[in-house]
């Protein structure tokens, strides 16, 4: 089964509101998870490495102030698109690390409208 | 900075046949790791294959595995056998070694279809 769980697995949202996306690992503790972001037919971008505890480490031209990333526990990271707008409906996907492999979420498709 | 290309965004293969995906990556490192990465249309990331830089024989998983040339800075993927189960999307990522908490690069994906 899944170790991996990310929540929703969808969402709509309209332009200017805020959506937060879980990802949770289910039966070990993740130290670091990290976030991914897809665009249709193209390959995985990382967003930011997220360690908990810690502030999250963002990629070049990724927003911090846009994608806000907590790791409050050793299973739980968040990110929070804020304020979203129609360029950042994509599909995301998170992954953990605390065992290998490392583990992928089954992603979240945001739509923003 | 480290790259991965994948130069053949589609392949086709007919079912029980063999086919090889391709995948070239640039790297000053000497430590490193090589992945295989299925994606299948429910966008699950599947691990593959894995490959450590220091080993010098190619690492197989079953219908899967791959010719590593480290000179050459080649990983490329033989699936053989090949059934309609295969059709999906591949990466090739690297990672850097010194732990795993290091990020992946991913590769542009090659897009595997697999005919009856």
């Known amino acids: 089964g899944a170790v991996v769980s990310q929540h929703p697995s969808w969402v709509i949202c309209k332009s200017g509101t805020s959506v937060k996306i879980e990802c949770r690992s289910l039966d070990f503790q993740a130290t670091t998870m990290f976030w991914y972001r897809q665009f249709p037919k193209q390959s995985l971008m990382l967003m930011a490495t997220s360690n908990e505890g810690s502030k999250a480490t963002y990629e070049q031209g990724v927003e911090k102030d846009k994608f806000l990333i907590n790791h409050a526990s050793l299973t739980l990271s968040t990110l929070t698109v804020t304020s979203a707008h129609p360029e950042d409906s994509s599909f995301y996907i998170c992954s953990a690390l605390g065992r290998s492999p490392l583990h992928f979420g089954n992603g979240t498709r945001l739509t923003v409208t | 900075a480290q790259t991965v290309t994948q130069s053949q965004p589609e392949m086709s293969v007919q079912e029980a046949e063999t086919v090889t995906l391709s995948c070239t990556y640039d790297?000053?490192?000497?430590?490193?790791?090589l992945f295989w990465y299925k994606q299948p249309p429910s966008r699950q990331m599947i691990l593959v294959i894995r490959q450590e830089a220091y080993k010098q024989q190619n690492a197989t998983e079953n219908r899967f595995s791959v010719n590593f040339q480290k000179a050459a800075k080649s990983f490329s993927l033989k699936i053989s056998d090949s059934q309609l189960g295969d059709a999906a999307m591949y990466f090739c990522?690297?990672?850097?070694?010194?732990?795993?908490?290091?990020?992946?690069?991913f590769g542009t994906g090659t897009l595997l279809a697999v005919q009856p």
């Open positions: 790297t000053s490192e000497s430590d490193y790791y």
């Open positions: 990522a690297y990672r850097r070694g010194g732990g795993a908490t290091n990020k992946l690069i």
